[in-house]
């Protein structure tokens, strides 16, 4: 979200003095200053702190978002200043923003997750830039809502941020519609100079052992997807009355199921947890979580921030044995001798100090092993009564000992772990969108710096783009989507002023109606602050941040429903 500065400017430049990023021009340094009508913010450069709207005296300036009819020229009057001086000087330079050429540039995007807003972010700050946003849910922001950690509230405050970029009068929800089935590739090609895929890595990556298809095997994205309320997992049948259960890895998705799974019942019932999670943890009998890391602490993926929180859980202890804290010989050596980074040296410092701990009788317990693998999940086959039993381990060891190599080699040694659920964590992974190429190595739409392109190192296709983990591979959170999302939309920007975007054959007024004869009941920004509406109400009666619809047909009736 960009400001905005409308008529009311009085040039006293109080705003100048508080930007941080140098994005309100003329400034009192520069010869323009004292002849300009009104100052302007630079669309292009402005972060959307606030401190220009504190300090303004005459409340000239207004989040872009907000703006009355009336002043929505100043949208155009503040970015072609910039189109027509090269400003200079202040403690960040701003960015020059490219000349668009005359006309609309309009553009789809597939998707409603953060890189898909963050690209929707940067188009729609040009007014002549229109923005479709489609995705095949009731409601957007993706993982934000359907991934995040429902103990992790502070962390879904970007939607606001979202929220802001779909008020835009050049921006259109068209949720509930699945691209593929009520709109084809094709006809958004038609109708679009230019289509974003932002559809995510969706599926998880596999064990490839035996029993990975036993019942309660299941992966940590369906598990995570059934906890957060997707509609798709709502009815995942997963049994929680064994005792233990063990994760396969040790990233951030893997400490955030096995921290849900032994929570307090009553701590998540503050949260936006999906209510029959919620309902199922309070039966649920499992006191232990074991994580299962194939390479050492020094190599673990998760992030320092997320294991140091695990000690903050009440009634849980975290349970590291000292003697599986062994380090490959150069991560030894650059500890020793200070040169190891700090992060990684970070890392192995609080392992230790959970090893070292003591532990509460009655405690559920979270528990680390390190240097083991799956080999096998062992129990009963028969759907109707059976499911996961154990799970056979290997014990690894450093394949170089004393070189740098991190690679592991396995032992002789295995043993086994009684568990009732086996979740695994060990990635995400794009699958194939039709139309598109595909890389199958990668798992990723081939491309360059979001550009699609026929095969890997193959020739772009023009107007077809991509953007987060479909494009780049699962890596990365919310702070790299920014960058990613923005990559791509600066791509398109360049692309249309260089005419290299083809021009639409039909007409995107038709959208809603072509959708709608195919089934679709689409819902638009109106309808999903319905379905908003009535989950912060329901959340709000009790005392919850949202109580999430997970039904599509109830979502569909909540955005339909007349308001109160």
């Not at 950690?149 to 929800?173: L, R």
């Not at 794009?430 to 990668?442: K, M, N, R, S, Y």
């Not at 983990?469 to 791509?491: D, F, M, P, V, Y």
């Amino acid at each position: 979200m960009a400001h905005v500065i409308t008529r009311p400017c009085c040039n006293d430049a109080s705003c100048v003095a508080v930007c941080p990023v140098n994005c309100i021009h003329p400034t009192p340094d520069e010869p323009e200053f004292f002849t300009a009508e009104m100052l302007f913010i630079d669309p292009e450069t402005c972060i959307d702190c606030g401190a220009c709207i504190d300090e303004c005296p005459v409340e000239a300036i207004i989040p872009d978002d907000q703006l009355e009819e009336k002043d929505e020229p100043y949208l155009q009057i503040n970015a072609d200043y910039y189109n027509d001086h090269d400003v200079e000087g202040g403690l960040v330079p701003p960015k020059k923003a490219p000349q668009l050429p005359d006309g609309p540039l309009h553009v789809a995007i597939v998707g409603a997750g953060p890189a898909a807003f963050y690209a929707a972010e940067d188009l729609v700050r040009r007014p002549q830039i229109a923005v479709d946003m489609f995705d095949r849910l009731p409601t957007p922001y993706g993982l934000v809502r359907a991934g995040v950690a429902p103990d992790h509230a502070a962390t879904k405050g970007v939607e606001s941020g979202f929220a802001s970029t779909a008020a835009k009068k050049n921006f259109t929800y068209h949720l509930d519609v699945e691209v593929g089935k009520h709109i084809s590739h094709d006809e958004l090609a038609q109708r679009y100079h230019a289509v974003i895929y932002a559809v995510g890595a969706p599926t998880d990556r596999r064990l490839g052992i035996d029993g990975e298809d036993l019942p309660n095997s299941l992966p940590a994205t369906e598990f995570v997807a059934w906890y957060n309320g997707h509609p798709d997992y709502a009815d995942l049948a997963v049994d929680l009355s064994a005792q233990r259960a063990v994760v396969v890895g040790n990233g951030n998705v893997a400490l955030d199921v096995a921290r849900i799974l032994v929570t307090a019942p009553d701590d998540l019932a503050r949260t936006d947890i999906a209510d029959h999670a919620l309902a199922a943890l309070r039966d649920s009998q499992i006191t232990e979580v074991v994580l299962l890391g194939r390479r050492g602490v020094a190599q673990a993926a998760y992030t320092n921030s997320e294991f140091l929180a695990l000690g903050d859980v009440d009634g849980v202890d975290v349970i590291v044995d000292p003697e599986e804290l062994v380090l490959d010989s150069a991560t030894q050596e650059a500890l020793d001798d200070g040169t190891l980074d700090s992060t990684i040296a970070t890392k192995i410092r609080l392992a230790r100090e959970f090893s070292e701990r003591p532990t509460t009788p009655g405690n559920r317990r979270i528990v680390f092993r390190f240097m083991a693998s799956p080999l096998s999940i062992n129990g009963s086959g028969d759907e109707a009564t059976g499911g996961v039993q154990s799970v056979t381990c290997v014990r690894n060891v450093y394949a170089d000992a004393t070189g740098a190599s991190v690679a592991i080699t396995p032992t002789e040694d295995h043993f086994d772990i009684d568990a009732g659920l086996v979740l695994r964590a060990i990635g995400y992974r794009g699958v194939p969108i039709t139309d598109l190429p595909f890389d199958e190595g990668h798992g990723v739409v081939p491309n360059t710096a979001g550009r699609v392109t026929a095969g890997v190192d193959g020739e772009v296709i023009p107007g077809l783009y991509v953007a987060g983990w479909i494009k780049r591979g699962a890596t990365g959170g919310i702070g790299r989507n920014r960058l990613c999302g923005q990559e791509t939309a600066e791509s398109v920007i360049a692309d249309f002023v260089a005419g290299t975007l083809p021009e639409p054959t039909a007409s995107r007024d038709d959208v809603a109606d072509l959708v709608a004869d195919r089934g679709a009941h689409r819902i638009d920004l109106a309808g999903w602050k319905r379905i908003d509406l009535a989950e912060r109400g329901a959340g709000k009666t009790a005392g919850r941040r949202r109580v999430k619809l997970v039904d599509i047909r109830e979502l569909e009736k909540a955005a339909e429903a007349e308001p109160a």
